[in-house]
């Protein structure tokens, strides 16, 4: 079966729309192949954050995967920077990816505007390095990302491309899977930006109780008239509580249409708050098991040590190409 990698990054409280984008599409696709899951914890220090939040954020990923339905047995789940091979790939590799390349990738673009240029991290330019390193170290061939992250997946084509051409057939070539439906939930608050772990009013944050998600779904931003119809330009706010009633429902968007014609905005919200709050109970039930039980620790070691083996073969073949290694 093909390698399937994937990881999330644990630098602030995950959201309904990393559940539905991430963690929820992790579980249904984990037999589908042979997943290397990992919490990247090394990319989250390209911007400053409390040691203690990345202690338990990273955590929290791990128990939110378990308690997902992945199982220890078939998905390996580890932390990135339990598994020394990503720096010492992303070390070799960061000389066969270049400076104009990595000034346009539209993340950094993002970040570094907001921030004065002193005060711009290497690591924050250096990040679809590293992310690249991630990717081929596990010879995976499938990467479940958001659209967000799309680009930095076709920069690591683009390295093995270049890698390949040089040395032959060393890296996999990787390719992004994005999910259908539910790949992009936007903020209650404005659905014209993501749903991004920084706007309380906006975001549902899987910590949040179950009263909670409830409140700010019905307090969610709609939209002029009563219809409800799928149209994401002039429907944004109903377009994206749709998006999440079909993807916890399975139901589609013509589906959902039918059901609520002639109905208001009043009755759909409580349609996505009871469709949430029937996805999230067990869930949270379970994630509260997982976290009292000890498991977390247990399944991280075991995972670095399978994740250890398996790239540990893939650095060994760069290293052999490049000169590095002795025979």
């Not at 039918?258 to 109970?281: C, H, P, Q, S, T």
Request: no cysteine.
């Amino acid at each position: 079966m093909d390698r399937i990698l994937s990881g999330i990054k644990p630098t602030g409280q995950l959201t309904l729309g990393n559940y539905i984008g991430a963690i929820k599409n992790f579980s249904r696709v984990q037999y589908d192949g042979e997943p290397f899951l990992f919490i990247a914890d090394l990319h989250a220090l390209t911007l400053p954050i409390d040691p203690e939040v990345l202690r338990k954020n990273s955590r929290d990923v791990a128990a939110y995967y378990l308690a997902a339905g992945l199982d220890p047995k078939h998905s390996t789940i580890f932390l990135q920077s339990d598994v020394s091979t990503h720096s010492e790939l992303a070390i070799i590799l960061q000389n066969y990816l270049y400076m104009g390349e990595l000034s346009r990738m539209t993340q950094f673009k993002d970040k570094s505007q907001k921030m004065k240029e002193e005060a711009i991290g290497l690591g924050l330019f250096a990040y679809p390095v590293l992310m690249a390193a991630d990717i081929v170290l596990y010879d995976a061939k499938r990467i479940p990302v958001g659209e967000d992250q799309v680009q930095h997946v076709e920069l690591a084509r683009d390295l093995v491309k270049r890698f390949n051409n040089r040395y032959g057939e060393v890296l996999t070539m990787p390719r992004a899977e994005v999910a259908k439906v539910g790949k992009r939930i936007m903020s209650l608050s404005d659905p014209t930006k993501k749903m991004s772990k920084s706007e309380p009013k906006g975001d549902i944050y899987l910590s949040d109780s179950l009263e909670v998600m409830r409140k700010k779904i019905m307090s969610a931003v709609t939209d002029l008239g009563h219809e409800i119809k799928y149209d994401p330009e002039n429907k944004p706010g109903i377009s994206n509580l749709m998006t999440i009633l079909s993807s916890l429902s399975g139901k589609s968007f013509e589906e959902i249409e039918k059901e609520f014609e002639g109905k208001g905005y009043g009755d759909f919200k409580r349609a996505v708050a009871d469709a949430v709050v029937k996805e999230m109970e067990p869930f949270k039930a379970k994630y509260e098991e997982i976290v009292a039980s000890g498991l977390v620790d247990k399944v991280l070691e075991e995972g670095a040590k399978k994740a250890y083996d398996a790239s540990k073969v893939v650095l060994t073949r760069v290293q052999k190409a490049v000169g590095l290694y002795r025979k």
